[in-house]
Structure formats: C-alpha cells, structure tokens
C-alpha cells in the first residue's frame, strides 16, 4: 500500500525501516531519499512505524507487561 504518494513511498519500506528502530517519520523519509511534502501521509507513516516495532525480534519491543 502507498503511505506517501507524493514521494512514492509504500507501507513495506517503511515498515522496514521501523523494524530498524526508526520511529520519526521525517527522518524514514530522508532514509528513502525525500522528505514529506504536503504533510497529509504523516499520521499514518507514524503508525506504520510504530506498529513495526520489534518485529525482527530485534529486541526493540518493551518486554515490560
């Protein structure tokens, strides 16, 4: 799925990123050779992000229940 369609950017690649500990939408942006444009994609790459927190088992999960 397109998160950002000015830059072309797909839930996987960020989705990845996140799984690398990248939380800040801007910065993924950047990671992916753009930055946000009209703005309106941010809310939802930040939850991509966030829901891809640890799913490597990278250790980035809050453990603590």
């Known amino acids: ?3 950002c369609l000015c ?3 797909r839930d996987c690649e960020l ?3 996140g799984a690398r500990g990248v939380r800040c939408p801007e910065t993924a ?3 992916l050779g753009g ?3 009209c703005g309106s994609c941010l809310e ?3 939850n991509v992000l966030s829901s891809s ?3 490597d088992n990278d ?3 809050d453990k603590a229940a």
């Open 59 to 61: 250790g980035l999960t």
């Open 29 to 31: 942006y950047a990671m």
């Open 15 to 17: 989705k990845a990123l």
């Open 1 to 3: 799925m397109y998160v």
């Open 53 to 55: 927190c640890g799913t």
């Open 35 to 37: 930055q946000p444009k």
């Open 44 to 46: 939802t790459a930040q």
């Open 7 to 9: 830059n072309g950017f």
